[in-house]
C-alpha cells in the first residue's frame, strides 16, 4: 500500500525557518518525481515544487523561489522542503504527491499545517 | 501564466447528473486530471489523461476535454460525492507549471 506521511509542521514566526518531511513507502521512491502542493486555509491547491527522481532537477513556484528548496534522500525514502524566511502568506496545509508522469497525482499525504505568524 | 477556470458551486439532486467544467485556452490540447477533496481530508485523484478512472473510483465519474472546455460529470450523484472538485493541468510550455484549477464545491440537495 502507497503511504506518503508529512512531518515538521507548526508555529513559526515571520522570517523563520521550518523543514517539511514527507515519509513513503509501499513502493519505489527511487523512481518517481515528486512535488509539494500547499493549501491556504478556505483556499484552492497551489503547486509549490517538484523533484525529479533522482534530485538533479528542481522546479519552484516564482512565489517560494529563492526561499524554500526542495530535495530527497532515496536511501531513506523522504522528501524534504526546507522552507527559510518564511511569510503570513506561506500559511497553507503542505502536502506531498506522487507523480507518476507528466505532471499529475495519484497519491498524496495527510498534510501538514504550516502557520507563520507573531 | 496557464489559468484554469472552474464555477465556485455546482448544487445536484441526488440521483441526477452534475457536470463540472473547466475552461483554459486550448485545454483540448493538454491531459487533464480531476481531484476530489472532502473537507480536512487529503485530494483523491478520481480521473486522469482527461477520461480514465483509477482503480476504486465508481464508473459514475467520466471526463471529456475538447477546446476550451474539460468537463468532469458525475452520474447518480450520491451524497457522498458532496466535495470540492479541482481540475489540474502541466502546461509544459514551462517547466513550473504544474496548474490547478479555482476548484467547484459540489452540493448534494
Known amino acids: 500500500e502507497v503511504q506518503l506521511v508529512e512531518s515538521g509542521g507548526g508555529l513559526v514566526q515571520p522570517g523563520g525557518s521550518l523543514r517539511l518531511s514527507c515519509a513513503a513507502s509501499?513502493?519505489?521512491?527511487?523512481?518517481?518525481?515528486m512535488h509539494w502542493v500547499r493549501q491556504a486555509p478556505g483556499k484552492g491547491l497551489v503547486w509549490v515544487s517538484r523533484i525529479n527522481s533522482d534530485g538533479s532537477s528542481t522546479s519552484y513556484a516564482d512565489s517560494v523561489k529563492g526561499r524554500f528548496t526542495i530535495s530527497r534522500d532515496n536511501a531513506k525514502n523522504t522528501l524534504y522542503l526546507q522552507m527559510n524566511s518564511l511569510r503570513a502568506e506561506d500559511t497553507a496545509v503542505y502536502y506531498c504527491?506522487?507523480?507518476?508522469?507528466?505532471?499529475?497525482?495519484?497519491?498524496w499525504g495527510q498534510g501538514t499545517l504550516v502557520t507563520v505568524s507573531s | 501564466s496557464y489559468v484554469l477556470t472552474q464555477p465556485p458551486s455546482v448544487s445536484v439532486a441526488p440521483g441526477k447528473t452534475a457536470r463540472i467544467t473547466c475552461g483554459g485556452n486550448n485545454i483540448g490540447s493538454k491531459s487533464v486530471h480531476w481531484y476530489q477533496q472532502k473537507p480536512g481530508q487529503a485530494p483523491v485523484l478520481v480521473i486522469y489523461y482527461d477520461s480514465d478512472r483509477p482503480s476504486g473510483i465508481p464508473e459514475r465519474f467520466s471526463g471529456s476535454n475538447s477546446g476550451n472546455t474539460a468537463t468532469l460529470t458525475i452520474s447518480r450523484v450520491e451524497a457522498g460525492d458532496e466535495a470540492d472538485y479541482y481540475c489540474q493541468v502541466w502546461d509544459s510550455s514551462s517547466d513550473h507549471n504544474y496548474v490547478f484549477g479555482t476548484g467547484t464545491k459540489v452540493t448534494v440537495l
Open positions: 504527491a506522487r507523480d507518476p508522469s507528466s505532471g499529475w497525482y495519484d497519491y
Open positions: 509501499g513502493f519505489t521512491f527511487s523512481s518517481y518525481w
